[in-house]
């Protein structure tokens, strides 16, 4: 079992940034691929961005190719979402996920944490 918890979300004028933590329970940390999801008001939850148990391999939504990063400390147990020239449109919960499988590629994860909220105005 692990426990996912996100920290950093709040409220942002558009063009600013964020950098959102997910501190995760264990120590098997470094055995999981980490993802970031959203869910915007009546909208579907969507794949963010994942990034490879070492740390060296990421990929992105479409939408946030280009401003968003996410990265990995394992020694901490931390996956992290910095977030750049946040837009009204990146408005939603955002949660952590990890994973079991060893690809970045695929959108089932096995645990996931409670979200956190960002908000950006216009």
């Known amino acids: 079992q692990v426990q996912l918890v996100e920290s950093g979300g709040g409220l942002v004028q558009a063009g600013g940034s964020l950098r959102l933590s997910c501190a995760a329970s264990?120590?098997?940390?470094?055995?999981?691929?980490m993802g970031w999801f959203r869910q915007a008001p009546g909208k579907e939850r969507e794949f963010v961005a994942a990034?490879?148990?070492?740390?060296?391999?990421?990929r992105y939504a479409d939408s946030v190719q280009g401003r968003f990063t996410i990265s990995r400390d394992n020694a901490k147990n931390t996956v992290y979402l910095q977030m750049n020239s946040l837009k009204p449109e990146d408005t939603a919960v955002y949660y952590c996920?990890?994973?079991?499988?060893?690809?970045?590629?695929?959108?089932?994860?096995?645990?996931w944490g409670q979200g956190t909220q960002v908000t950006v105005s216009s």
């Open positions: 264990g120590r098997t940390f470094s055995s999981y691929v």
């Open positions: 990034i490879s148990r070492g740390g060296t391999n990421s």
């Open positions: 996920a990890c994973r079991t499988s060893n690809s970045i590629y695929g959108n089932e994860y096995d645990y």
